[in-house]
């Protein structure tokens, strides 16, 4: 049984930070693409980052320089640092693990997704 849970989320002032985590059970881990997407009310689910079983990062432009993304493998956990925080990132946070293989000519496509974290940002 594949388990995603994220945890961190709270209520925090604008210019506040946060650190949301994210532990994996049920796969391998370190062979997992992870990243972290976020949905607000009204609007449609964002890519927020993500982190490639490799190490590379990808931002969305509008974060890149606020969140930063990261993975310990020995811990099954992928982190979220968030600071800077503005109301416009007022969202429930989701995290994400995938792999995507091609297997004779076959696209296989392994996606896991946790339950999300709420993060209020408000004065």
């Known amino acids: 049984q594949v388990q995603v849970v994220e945890s961190g989320g709270g209520l925090v002032q604008p210019g506040g930070s946060l650190r949301l985590s994210c532990v994996v059970s049920?796969?391998?881990?370190?062979?997992?693409?992870m990243g972290w997407y976020r949905k607000a009310p009204g609007k449609q689910r964002e890519l927020v980052a993500t982190?490639?079983?490799?190490?590379?990062?990808n931002y969305a432009d509008s974060l890149k320089g606020r969140f930063t993304i990261s993975r310990d493998n020995a811990r099954n956990t992928v982190y979220l640092q968030m600071n800077s925080l503005k109301p416009e990132d007022t969202a429930v946070y989701y995290c994400?693990?995938?792999?995507?293989?091609?297997?004779?000519?076959?696209?296989?496509?392994?996606?896991?997704w946790g339950q999300g974290t709420q993060v209020t940002v408000s004065s």
């Open positions: 994400n693990a995938i792999q995507i293989r091609t297997i004779w000519g076959r696209r296989r496509e392994y996606d896991y």
């Open positions: 049920g796969i391998t881990f370190s062979i997992y693409d």
């Open positions: 982190v490639a079983s490799g190490g590379t990062t």
